[in-house]
C-alpha cells in the first residue's frame, strides 16, 4: 500500500503540474488585453502599459509562466490587483472559514443521507421509500440561494432566533458568534447535498441487498442488523465514498452562492469579487488551490478503497 500511495502522490503532483498549464494557459487564451479589460476602455495608454509591467504582461509568456511556476512552488502566487495584498494571504485566511462551512456541511449531509438511504432500501417500493425519494428530489431541484433566503426568514423572522445573517468583521476573534454565523449557511449547503446522497445510499444499499452472499447471510440465521451493518453497508460505501471525495471538493465551490446571500466572507464571495473585478492572479490563484483539494481528495478516496474492500488490489 506504501509503494501504491508514493505512485498515486507523484501521479497527483503530475496533476497539479497540468493543472498549473492549464490554469496559466486559459488566462492566455482570453480575448483582448487583460490590462485593458481590468482599467477600463477609458484607460490611457500609458496607465495600460504599468499595469502591464506590473502584472509581468509584457514579458515572454514562458518566462511568465516559469516565474510564477517558481512562485508556486515556494508559496507565493503572486499580488492581488483587487486587494492589493499576497493572494497566498488573502486565500489562507478565507480558507479559514469555507473549510469550517464544507467539512461541517458534509457531515451533516452524512448523517441525514446514511440513516434515510439505508431506510428507503430496507423498505423500497412502500410509503416511507416513496417519501424519501420525493423529500431529496424537492431539495435538489430547490435552488440554494431561495432555501438560504427561506431559512433567514423562518428562523430569524419568523421564529425570532438570535443567529446573524452576517458573519463578524471580528472573525474568529469572537468564536461564539462566527460559529452562530455558520449553522444557517451549514444547514443550507448540508440539506442541498444530502438530498443527492440520499439516493445514491438508497440505490447502493438496495443493490448490495440483492446479492447472493446477502441471501446466503440471512439463510444462516444471521440477524438483519447483522447483514446490514457488517455485510450490506460495507460494500455499498464504496461508491458513496467516492462522491463524498468528489461532493467535498464541489461544495468549495457550491459555497459561492451560499456564502454571497449571508455575507460570509469566505472562498466563495472572493472567487465571486475576483471574477468581478477582473483580478486575473486571483482568479488564477483560486483556481489552482481548489484544483489542488479536488487532486488530494481523489488520492485520499483512492487509499480509503482498500481499508472498505480488500478485493481491491495495490499492485
Same mark, same amino acid.
Given at each position: 500500500?506504501?509503494?501504491?500511495?508514493?505512485? &498515486?502522490?507523484?501521479?497527483?503532483?503530475?496533476?497539479?503540474?497540468?493543472?498549473?498549464?492549464?490554469?496559466?494557459?486559459?488566462?492566455?487564451?482570453?480575448?483582448? =488585453?487583460?490590462?485593458?479589460?481590468?482599467?477600463?476602455?477609458?484607460?490611457?495608454?500609458?496607465?495600460?502599459?504599468?499595469?502591464?509591467?506590473?502584472?509581468?504582461?509584457?514579458?515572454?509568456?514562458?518566462?511568465?509562466?516559469?516565474?510564477?511556476?517558481?512562485?508556486?512552488?515556494?508559496?507565493?502566487?503572486?499580488?492581488?490587483? &483587487?486587494?492589493?495584498?499576497?493572494?497566498? *494571504?488573502?486565500?489562507?485566511?478565507?480558507?479559514?472559514?469555507?473549510?469550517?462551512?464544507?467539512?461541517?456541511?458534509?457531515?451533516?449531509?452524512?448523517?441525514?443521507?446514511?440513516?434515510?438511504?439505508?431506510?428507503?432500501?430496507?423498505?423500497?417500493?412502500?410509503?416511507?421509500?416513496?417519501?424519501?425519494?420525493?423529500?431529496?428530489?424537492?431539495?435538489?431541484?430547490?435552488?440554494?440561494?431561495?432555501?438560504?433566503?427561506?431559512?433567514?426568514?423562518?428562523?430569524?423572522?419568523?421564529?425570532? #432566533?438570535?443567529?446573524?445573517?452576517?458573519?463578524?468583521?471580528?472573525?474568529?476573534?469572537?468564536?461564539? &458568534? *462566527?460559529?452562530?454565523?455558520?449553522?444557517?449557511?451549514?444547514?443550507?449547503?448540508?440539506?442541498?447535498? *444530502?438530498?443527492?446522497?440520499?439516493?445514491?445510499? &438508497?440505490?447502493?444499499?438496495?443493490?448490495?441487498?440483492?446479492?447472493?452472499?446477502?441471501?446466503?447471510?440471512?439463510?444462516?440465521?444471521?440477524?438483519?442488523?447483522?447483514? #446490514?451493518?457488517?455485510?450490506?453497508?460495507? =460494500?455499498?460505501?464504496?461508491?458513496?465514498?467516492?462522491?463524498?471525495?468528489?461532493?467535498?471538493? =464541489?461544495?468549495?465551490?457550491?459555497?459561492?452562492?451560499?456564502?454571497?446571500?449571508?455575507?460570509?466572507?469566505?472562498?466563495?464571495?472572493?472567487?465571486?469579487?475576483?471574477?468581478?473585478?477582473?483580478?486575473?492572479?486571483?482568479?488564477?490563484?483560486?483556481?489552482?488551490?481548489?484544483?489542488?483539494?479536488?487532486?488530494?481528495?481523489?488520492?485520499?478516496?483512492?487509499? #480509503?478503497?482498500?481499508?472498505?474492500?480488500?478485493?481491491?488490489?495495490?499492485?
Amino acid at each position: 500500500m506504501l509503494s501504491y500511495a508514493l505512485r &498515486r502522490l507523484a501521479l497527483a503532483l503530475v496533476t497539479l503540474w497540468l493543472a498549473t498549464l492549464l490554469v496559466f494557459g486559459a488566462l492566455l487564451l482570453i480575448p483582448g =488585453n487583460p490590462a485593458q479589460a481590468i482599467l477600463g476602455l477609458e484607460a490611457t495608454p500609458e496607465d495600460v502599459a504599468a499595469l502591464e509591467a506590473r502584472l509581468g504582461l509584457d514579458r515572454p509568456p514562458l518566462e511568465r509562466y516559469l516565474g510564477w511556476l517558481g512562485g508556486v512552488l515556494r508559496g507565493d502566487l503572486g499580488q492581488s490587483i &483587487r486587494y492589493e495584498q499576497p493572494i497566498s *494571504a488573502l486565500i489562507a485566511a478565507r480558507l479559514g472559514i469555507t473549510l469550517p462551512i464544507v467539512a461541517a456541511s458534509l457531515l451533516l449531509a452524512t448523517l441525514i443521507a446514511v440513516p434515510l438511504g439505508i431506510l428507503a432500501a430496507r423498505r423500497a417500493g412502500s410509503l416511507v421509500d416513496l417519501a424519501v425519494s420525493l423529500g431529496a428530489l424537492l431539495g435538489i431541484v430547490l435552488p440554494s440561494f431561495w432555501v438560504g433566503l427561506m431559512f433567514i426568514y423562518i428562523f430569524i423572522v419568523w421564529l425570532k #432566533l438570535p443567529l446573524p445573517t452576517s458573519f463578524p468583521i471580528e472573525g474568529w476573534g469572537n468564536p461564539e &458568534r *462566527a460559529l452562530a454565523a455558520l449553522v444557517l449557511p451549514v444547514l443550507t449547503v448540508g440539506l442541498a447535498s *444530502a438530498s443527492f446522497l440520499v439516493r445514491l445510499v &438508497r440505490g447502493s444499499v438496495l443493490e448490495v441487498l440483492q446479492q447472493d452472499y446477502i441471501r446466503t447471510a440471512r439463510a444462516k440465521g444471521l440477524s438483519e442488523r447483522v447483514v #446490514l451493518y457488517k455485510h450490506a453497508l460495507r =460494500n455499498a460505501s464504496l461508491p458513496v465514498v467516492t462522491v463524498l471525495g468528489l461532493e467535498f471538493a =464541489n461544495l468549495l465551490i457550491a459555497t459561492v452562492v451560499v456564502e454571497t446571500v449571508f455575507g460570509i466572507p469566505g472562498l466563495g464571495s472572493l472567487s465571486l469579487t475576483a471574477i468581478s473585478a477582473r483580478d486575473y492572479p486571483l482568479v488564477q490563484g483560486l483556481v489552482l488551490v481548489i484544483a489542488a483539494f479536488i487532486v488530494l481528495m481523489n488520492l485520499l478516496v483512492d487509499l #480509503l478503497y482498500g481499508l472498505l474492500d480488500p478485493r481491491v488490489s495495490y499492485g
